[in-house]
């Protein structure tokens, strides 16, 4: 019940753009990390989003590490996604960092990189779409909560107890009353998008 104005800000300086009050929440599929928590608090999760490899329909790997060595990687700046990549293949693999995610889409489809990591809504969503013909999931990474989070959360700016309550509240009602569950089945995501 807040009247709310969208603000498109890009993605590796949105935290900064909280912080400075440029902008008053982050609703962008951000997940709750402890090292984004440093800066900036969250709020209850409202869906969960795994991390999964994608790659084209030819190529013979898996999302394991030690399948992924000597390819190349692509992954968004900023995300979780880039700082799991980081942290699990770079040590095999060749990391490549992309402004957004439809350019590391587009070289996944020139063949110009091997894979993407990133999130299984976006993928699943590029897979039925410009990706059908080229590209398959590989599997999901494994899990890191240290890197991946705990779920995707409103960025809230430290201490703003009044706009966490509001938004934890919101959460909870849509939960309760059956708003999230028709939100849910109206872009029919095959799975329960909040998870366990």
């Known amino acids: 019940k807040l009247d709310c104005e969208l603000a ?9 753009s909280l912080k400075t009050k440029k902008i008053d929440l ?18 209850d999760k409202y869906y969960e989003n ?15 590490t030690d399948d992924l060595a000597g390819k190349t990687i692509g992954v968004q700046i900023s995300t979780t996604f880039s700082t799991y990549a980081e942290t699990h293949y770079k040590a095999k693999s060749k990391i ?4 957004t995610q439809d350019e590391e889409l587009q070289d996944l489809i020139a063949g110009r990189i091997d894979a993407v990591v990133s999130d299984g809504v976006s993928l699943g969503d590029w897979l039925k779409g410009a990706g059908k013909d080229c590209c398959e999931f590989k599997g999901p990474v494994e899990p890191d909560t240290a890197t ?16 966490m309550t509001k938004i934890n509240g ?3 009602a849509i939960r309760e009353n059956g708003t999230y569950q028709k939100i849910s089945e109206k872009y029919n995501f095959g799975f329960d998008i909040y998870g366990s």
Request: a positive charge; zero cysteines; aromatic letters at 8%.
């Open 8 to 16: 498109p800000v890009a993605w590796d300086g949105i935290i900064e």
């Open 26 to 43: 982050i609703i962008g599929s951000m997940n709750s990390t402890p090292e984004r928590a440093m800066q900036i608090d969250f709020s």
């Open 50 to 64: 795994n991390a999964y490899v994608v790659a084209a329909k030819k190529s013979s790997f898996t999302s394991k």
């Open 96 to 99: 490549k960092i992309y402004q």
């Open 148 to 163: 991946l989070g705990t779920g995707i959360s409103v960025g809230i700016r430290k201490d703003d107890k009044e706009m």
């Open 170 to 172: 919101a959460i909870k």
